[in-house]
């Protein structure tokens, strides 16, 4: 018999969708499915904090919140398949969890290069991920970041602030062009260079080997550490072998973050859900979003009334500046840019309409 509430996935939208639900029922079973065996934890500071060897707490809660407050974390369990018709979840071990209410949270997987030798990138996705690169840069005395998307700027800039020489290469003539423009871009590749970055734009890797990696231009860039951060892709796996809707390579959801199974919800990273504010569906691979899509949630399975409607955004921090930004992304028509004492400011305008902000600031120290 189905019974009691079950998320998959640890990230900030499984925990908080999790912990939402047992705030309002104190006495119905919640249970918590994970792929990662380590305790939940904050993934932001691991490209940040984290790789540059600060002390940080990662951890979302520790073991003794989870077990004081009656929620089952089962780590290091691969789910593999849904069955809605008997309301279970069964992993590749074979043990089938029954439910009542389904979270879908299964967050994204890294993409390789796509280059001869990818494997031996090190990609920086998870806890494990970060402790291996970590690791490999503390002997490390050059590396090369594949990709100049968040992760790739703010590894870049992590890594060169160890006294790694480090080389950023991306297709692209300057980093996060598509999310920011060409004028952002450009003082994100001084950010970058202020703190020992090297930027090759409008390069494409043609192989990775023990000593680095070889440019389509025929360039050799040095590396004893090669680090991917070419993207991610939302793993919908579960979802597409239910027969939920997919669109776009993610599953569709409501404000409420209800699928189009009944009592199946998606939040964070997978999920294609309506934003009231926005009008329309909005795709948000960031952490706050994803814990507020899981509290709304949580909260629609405990049958209470909740939407997602709060404007998306997100922090990130490159060299010595701060960049934080509140907006719905996507294509914008008109980026008007303010430089300032310490930084400056970007608004975005799709037919007059502002679509985003985007403020840098240096740090007090700089």
Not at 6 to 18: D, K, L, R
Not at 292 to 316: E, I, K, M, N, Y
Not at 326 to 334: A, C, F, H, L, V
Request: charged share 20%; proline share 5%.
């Amino acid at each position: 018999m189905a019974t009691g509430f079950t998320a998959i996935g640890s990230g900030p939208a499984g925990v908080s969708a999790a912990e939402t639900f047992r705030s309002r029922h104190r006495h119905i079973p919640v249970r918590i499915l994970s792929d990662d065996p380590a305790l939940p934890y904050a993934k932001p500071p691991l490209s940040k904090e984290f790789l540059r060897g600060c002390p940080t707490g990662l951890e979302l809660h520790t073991a003794g919140w989870f077990e004081r407050n009656e929620i089952e974390l089962i780590r290091g369990v691969t789910v593999e398949r849904i069955d809605l018709d008997a309301r279970e979840v069964v992993t590749a071990g074979g043990t089938h969890y029954p439910y009542w209410h389904l979270v879908l949270a299964a967050g994204s997987t890294a993409v390789p290069p796509a280059a001869p030798g990818a494997r031996s990138a090190l990609p920086l996705r998870s806890f494990a991920d970060a402790v291996a690169l970590r690791m490999a840069a503390l002997d490390a005395r050059s590396a090369i970041v594949v990709g100049a998307g968040l992760i790739g700027c703010e590894a870049a800039g992590s890594l060169a602030g160890l006294g790694v020489a480090t080389t950023l290469v991306a297709p692209e003539p300057v980093p996060l062009l598509r999310r920011f423009g060409l004028d952002v871009g450009e003082r994100i590749v001084k950010m970058l260079s202020d703190v020992g970055v090297r930027f090759a734009g409008s390069a494409g890797v043609a192989a990775i080997d023990d000593d680095g990696a070889v440019l389509i231009s025929g360039e050799r860039v040095d590396g004893d550490v090669v680090v991917a951060a070419t993207g991610v892709r939302p793993d919908i796996r579960l979802a597409v072998g239910a027969g939920l809707d997919v669109r776009d390579g993610r599953v569709v959801a409501d404000e409420h973050m209800r699928t189009s199974a009944g009592n199946v919800y998606a939040a964070g990273d997978i999920a294609l859900a309506h934003n009231v504010a926005a009008g329309r569906p909005v795709v948000s691979e960031h952490w706050r979003d994803a814990a507020l899509q899981g509290r709304v949630a949580g909260l629609t399975a405990a049958g209470q009334s909740a939407v997602w409607d709060s404007v998306s955004g997100f922090s990130c921090t490159i060299g010595r500046f701060t960049l934080r930004y509140r907006g719905w992304g996507g294509p914008y028509r008109e980026c008007r840019l303010v430089d300032r004492p310490n930084g400056f400011s970007a608004t975005y305008r799709v037919d007059g309409r502002v679509a985003g902000t985007l403020v840098a600031t240096a740090s007090p120290s700089s």
